[in-house]
């Protein structure tokens, strides 16, 4: 089911086809079934969501309160694409960015697994 979803939200957003009822029902998806989605699925639906552009600040808090505790489970691609789409839209939200920040702690110490596009991905960030 979390796999289903967020393969879906990519693949109409890979192929830029807008559905505006799609995204806002999966905006609506209980809190409890983002602590489903593995680390993947997570930072699919929000690159798919920030490459859109459908503005979902309910979804990106509910994907922030389910990714948080698993930071670690993140390849540099998810964790890239995840920062990316978080900071597409720049609103406040629970996926917290400043210096002292898990997410910041997690990229600064596994920087050497950051590939250059990867790199050039977080620097526009």
């Given at each position: 089911?979390?796999?289903?979803?967020?393969?879906?939200?990519?693949?109409?957003?890979?192929?830029a086809?807008?559905?505006?009822?799609?995204?806002?029902?999966?905006?609506?998806?209980?809190?409890?079934?983002?602590?489903?989605?593995?680390?993947?699925?997570?930072?699919?639906?929000?690159?798919?969501?920030?490459?859109?552009?459908?503005?979902?600040?309910?979804?990106?808090?509910?994907?922030?309160?389910?990714?948080?505790?698993?930071?670690?489970?993140?390849?540099?691609?998810?964790?890239?694409?995840?920062?990316?789409?978080?900071?597409?839209?720049?609103?406040?939200?629970?996926?917290?960015f400043?210096?002292?920040?898990?997410?910041?702690?997690?990229?600064?110490?596994?920087?050497?697994?950051?590939?250059?596009?990867?790199?050039?991905?977080?620097?526009?960030?």
């Amino acid at each position: 089911y979390p796999r289903e979803i967020s393969n879906t939200v990519w693949a109409y957003a890979t192929v830029a086809h807008y559905s505006p009822q799609l995204f806002n029902k999966v905006a609506k998806i209980p809190q409890s079934r983002f602590r489903e989605f593995n680390s993947q699925s997570i930072a699919n639906t929000v690159w798919a969501y920030a490459a859109i552009g459908h503005s979902s600040p309910q979804l990106f808090d509910k994907i922030a309160e389910a990714s948080l505790p698993r930071l670690d489970e993140f390849s540099s691609q998810g964790i890239v694409n995840t920062v990316w789409a978080y900071a597409v839209f720049n609103f406040p939200s629970n996926f917290e960015f400043g210096l002292h920040s898990d997410v910041v702690r997690l990229i600064v110490s596994s920087m050497d697994e950051f590939n250059d596009t990867e790199l050039r991905q977080l620097h526009q960030w």
